[in-house]
């Protein structure tokens, strides 16, 4: 790096060790000007050194972008927004009581998603390492989704634009419900080669698995105003997702693969003993009592 100087004397001083004919073109310089070169030259490497040095040895560097969380409920909000906006890698800095240091990570990261049922089926694999670092406990995560920020914003973009162009404020559940459920089975076919699994391929391709029914199901349904869940359990041909939905006060169990498989342009809104004897099997404690017994 060089100090900056006029025109005329830069060009002496840069080209020195190359030029053999600019050599005696410095000798013109007087030894203060020299000097001053000299002295600024100086103190620009330092200066550049010294940011090197602070860049390589901080141990801000490695955590700098991550949060502080103050108690186990902030740590899961944290982990919960961090994997809302996609974040591959992110750090939390556990700063809360000793006693409730977190020693499961794994349980506390799905508690995390436990009350947001679509950003718990959003992701493949996760991982995870902590160390202790002057009192605070850093986690750092790294996880590996479905879909990507950009894929999910345009989601919810069309999602937007299609709930505007199916729908109207004075429909009831009901009606909102039959015309969201009518365009996903018209438009949306089960992917047999279980590759096409999100609500992002639905929209692109026309193409997902149970999950992205259900996904794309609730995204519709609560855009229109409907209170929705996402229910993941079995049936007899093994993993499945489907979803609950909620019209006028009471909740009915829904699924819109099956009735995409059969045809049924008419939700097959269902009863908590019609899933069961349907031989759908779920954990039922975790979702709200349907309105019919």
């Known amino acids: 790096m060089t100090a900056k100087l006029p025109n005329s004397k830069k060009k002496a001083f840069v080209a020195l060790p190359n030029k053999v004919g600019d050599y005696f073109f410095i000798h013109y310089f007087n030894i203060k000007e020299m000097f001053f070169m000299l ?4 103190l620009i490497i330092l200066s550049f050194c010294l940011a090197v040095s602070v860049m390589l040895f901080s141990p801000l560097t490695v955590i700098a972008d991550g949060e502080t969380a103050t108690s186990l409920a902030q740590l899961k909000q944290d982990i919960a927004a961090d994997m809302t906006d996609r974040e591959t890698t992110f750090t939390i800095h556990y700063t809360g009581d000793a006693n409730q240091v977190p020693t499961d990570i794994k349980s506390i990261f799905h508690q995390a998603l436990g009350s947001n049922d679509y950003l718990s089926l959003a992701w493949k694999k996760m991982s995870y390492h902590t160390t202790v670092n002057s009192g605070k406990h850093d986690i750092t995560f790294t ?21 505007a162009s199916l729908t109207t404020p004075s429909m009831s ?9 009518n365009w996903i089975v018209n438009n949306v076919s089960y992917d047999y080669t279980l590759q096409q699994r999100t609500a992002y391929t639905a929209l692109t391709t026309g193409k997902t698995v149970c999950m ?18 996402i229910v993941t359990g079995n049936i007899p041909q093994g993993y499945h997702a489907w979803n609950m939905v909620k019209l ?36 039922k404690t975790s979702f709200p009592q349907t309105g019919i017994h």
């Open 173 to 181: 559940y009901l009606t909102k419900e039959t015309a969201i459920h």
């Open 143 to 163: 996880a590996e989704y479905y879909t990507t920020k950009e894929e999910e914003e345009f989601i919810d973009s069309k999602v937007k634009t299609l709930v």
């Open 248 to 283: 006028d006060n009471d909740w009915y169990y829904i699924d819109v693969t099956g009735d995409w498989a059969t045809g049924s342009t008419i939700p097959q809104n269902k009863t908590e003993n019609e899933m069961i004897q349907n031989n759908y099997v779920w954990d």
């Open 39 to 42: 002295k600024n030259t100086y």
């Open 212 to 229: 992205g029914y259900a996904m794309l199901m609730e995204k519709m349904l609560n855009q229109a105003g409907i209170d929705s869940k």
